[in-house]
């Protein structure tokens, strides 16, 4: 799975609580709020996880847990971020170990894929790369090497299997990071030769565009599968940029 950055964008801190006891927790993740693994079950009152004060030992106890989303590691990583520039250096240094662990993790998972076939292992090593470009934000070079890194995973796969429409929830997300907004655009168009009438290919043709700022052609596309029938995600973004449904893209 895929992240884009407007979905990212969503998360929110006000809904990662740590909840008094399974029930709560339970009630949480059935209304889609995050997944069960940003809730941490505590006989306190409920209050957001990555509010200050911050409560080391519940991060702490996060940290561990080898397999939690992405939106929940990106979302600890922000914070630890922060607590690296905190006056108090037992609290700076816990929020540096924090961080190096977390990208730690990462680097030894990409390292470990490097080692496997390309046609088994590429997609979930780009897609590592990808999160660890997205953990990289504040740092710039780290986060474009990373990118680099994805792309140029994809594109090996490509040169091994040829281009694969299912690899744009990857492709695009990773121009769009990199801000390489014209690759994106010309590979789409590439695809559209080959498949003229293919929503899916559309609609990621739309995230670019609106990207580029050029609505008029952001509606355009929109407009066309709204009458003509095109993917439930893409009458979801069609609501989105027509300010119908806010926060579905």
Known sequence: MSYSKEYLQLLDSRYLVMA???????????????????????????RSLFEEP????????????????????????????????????????????????????????????KKGELSTSARPLAQAQLELALIYETRPALKRFYLTEAINTIQNLWALEGRQKKDLALWVPLHLEAGSLEEAERSLREFLLEMPQDSEVYFWLAKVKFAQRDYLEVMTILAFFQEHGGSSELHKAYRFWLGEDPGVA
Not at 31 to 37: Q, R, S, V
Not at 88 to 104: I, P, R, Y
């Open 20 to 46: 008094r006891t399974q029930k709560a927790a339970l009630k949480g993740i059935e209304g889609g709020f995050l997944p069960e693994a940003a809730f941490i079950t505590k006989g306190i009152n409920v």
């Open 54 to 113: 911050y409560e080391l030992i519940e991060l702490d106890r996060l940290l561990s847990k080898p397999d939690m989303p992405f939106e929940v590691t990106l979302r600890l990583a922000q914070v630890c971020e922060r607590i690296t520039r905190n006056p108090d250096k037992e609290l700076a240094l816990f929020g540096a170990e924090s961080l190096n662990a977390l990208e730690v993790r990462y680097v030894q998972r990409i390292q470990k894929l």
